[in-house]
């Protein structure tokens, strides 16, 4: 078992909904992603979270709206998405360390299509 | 800028075989970091290995060797003696400690579809 948890698995939602995917880990890690997975295109970052505090955005469109309560729960919040926004959203945690050493771990990720 | 580079979309083989998926990578630091990760069709992707630029020693573990060579930035993995459960997608990535080094974010490639027929 993932020691990412993400929720829903898979989500089905229209253009004009307002859905959220959540992430959970209880493995002491300092800093949380979100990852954008399309099809033939490399995973692309969108948020970071370090120690609760959003270090990055990478240019994400404002109906993604990231939240990060704490050190162990990271949310997307999804409202008014377009079809091209469908893909898998993947969720990973770390522990922040010198030099760029920090090995990620995922989430099984949150398949999301737009009609 | 960074970049990686997974010119292989799709690699199908018959198992037992040995299969190369191959990694190029851009990078204007000279301390950085190289990872592997596996995708299998569950979705999660897996953590392989992490190289550190100053180490170029190749690295084996089991059926998995690495090959990392900076003079032609790359950093490739085989596969020995492949079997079914290989079947996955694999992730090339790359974090700087420069630029990455607030937040080790990875800079992925484009993945490299492996199918491993019985």
Known sequence: ETGVTQTPRHLVMGMTNKKSLKCEQHLGHNAMYWYKQSAKKPLELMFVYSLEERVENNSVPSRFSPECPNSSHLFLHLHTLQPEDSALYLCASGRLAPGGANVLTFGAGSRLTVL | ?118
């Open chain 2, 1 to 118: 800028a960074q970049k990686v580079t997974q010119a292989q979309t799709e690699i199908s083989v018959v198992e037992k075989e040995d299969v190369t998926l191959d990694c190029v990578y851009e990078t204007r630091d000279t301390t950085y970091y190289l990872f592997w990760y596996k995708q299998p069709p569950s979705g999660e992707l897996v953590f392989l290995i992490r190289r550190n630029s100053f180490d170029e020693q190749n690295e084996i573990s089991g059926r998995y060797s690495w090959n990392f060579q900076k003079s032609t930035s790359s950093f490739n993995f085989t596969i020995t003696a492949s079997q079914v459960v290989d079947s996955a997608v694999y992730f090339c990535a790359l974090s700087e400690a420069g630029y990455g080094g607030a937040t080790n974010k990875l800079i992925f490639g484009t993945g490299t579809l492996l199918a491993v027929q019985p």
